[in-house]
């Protein structure tokens, strides 16, 4: 069984993907981000959280104080509401910072945005000079994960995607841009 494409970490010819700054001829042809299994962290801290009011509440409820209940039932409902709130507030977040993290990659540039859109880079495609892809620990050789360098003259030096499927695949793929790009420019 396939996971679904919009959950996939490497895209080819995203439809209806584009961002702020696309030029009108450019065209998205790759989009790369982080892979399901770099989500594991927060998924399991989510439902780590999930369950702390179903043995938080019947145990604050016993509480009493000369007799009397301190936490009051309407009081427990509150703090349970409010600590949902929180916890879907924390999933949603994180699968935002996850989904919207990528690296697209044009027909003229590469460009990487980072953490919620708070750092957007880009490079034309005639500026890399190396790409390489990097399988740390047997973990990530098992698990096909790994990390893609591109190496630029442009003002940032370097643009570096880690936890993405298949590394060599995308590195491969955006080379054959990288060259088909360098091969226009030479015969035109």
Same mark, same amino acid.
């Given at each position: 069984? %396939?996971?679904?494409?919009?959950? %996939?970490?490497?895209?080819?010819?995203?439809?209806?993907? %584009?961002? +702020?700054?696309?030029?009108?001829?450019?065209?998205?042809?790759?989009?790369?981000r982080q892979s399901l299994i770099s989500v594991w962290? &927060?998924?399991?801290?989510?439902?780590?959280?999930?369950?702390?009011?179903?043995?938080?509440?019947?145990?604050?409820?016993?509480?009493q104080y000369g007799g009397e209940e301190i936490f009051?039932?309407?009081?427990? =409902?509150?703090?349970?509401?409010? &600590?949902?709130?929180?916890? =879907?507030?924390?999933? =949603?977040?994180?699968?935002?910072? &996850?989904? =919207?993290?990528?690296?697209?990659?044009?027909?003229?540039?590469?460009?990487?945005? @980072?953490?919620?859109?708070?750092?957007? %880079?880009?490079?034309?495609?005639?500026?890399?000079?190396?790409?390489?892809?990097?399988?740390?620990?047997?973990?990530?050789?098992?698990?096909?994960?790994?990390?893609?360098?591109?190496?630029?003259?442009?003002?940032?030096?370097?643009?570096?995607?880690h936890l993405v499927d298949n590394p060599s695949i995308?590195?491969?793929?955006?080379? @054959?841009?990288?060259?088909? +790009?360098?091969?226009?420019?030479? &015969?035109?």
């Amino acid at each position: 069984m %396939s996971k679904p494409l919009i959950l %996939s970490s490497f895209i080819k010819n995203p439809r209806n993907t %584009s961002y +702020e700054g696309k030029d009108q001829d450019e065209e998205v042809k790759i989009l790369v981000r982080q892979s399901l299994i770099s989500v594991w962290g &927060w998924v399991i801290t989510s439902v780590f959280l999930f369950f702390i009011p179903i043995f938080a509440i019947p145990a604050l409820s016993r509480i009493q104080y000369g007799g009397e209940e301190i936490f009051t039932g309407m009081f427990l =409902f509150s703090i349970t509401i409010f &600590w949902y709130i929180f916890v =879907f507030g924390y999933i =949603f977040q994180n699968f935002l910072d &996850w989904y =919207f993290e990528v690296l697209l990659v044009t027909n003229k540039k590469i460009v990487d945005i @980072d953490r919620g859109c708070t750092n957007i %880079s880009e490079t034309l495609l005639s500026n890399i000079q190396d790409i390489t892809s990097k399988m740390n620990a047997t973990l990530g050789q098992i698990l096909n994960i790994g990390s893609i360098y591109i190496q630029t003259a442009a003002e940032r030096e370097e643009f570096e995607f880690h936890l993405v499927d298949n590394p060599s695949i995308i590195r491969d793929a955006i080379s @054959d841009l990288v060259s088909n +790009e360098s091969h226009k420019k030479t &015969w035109s």
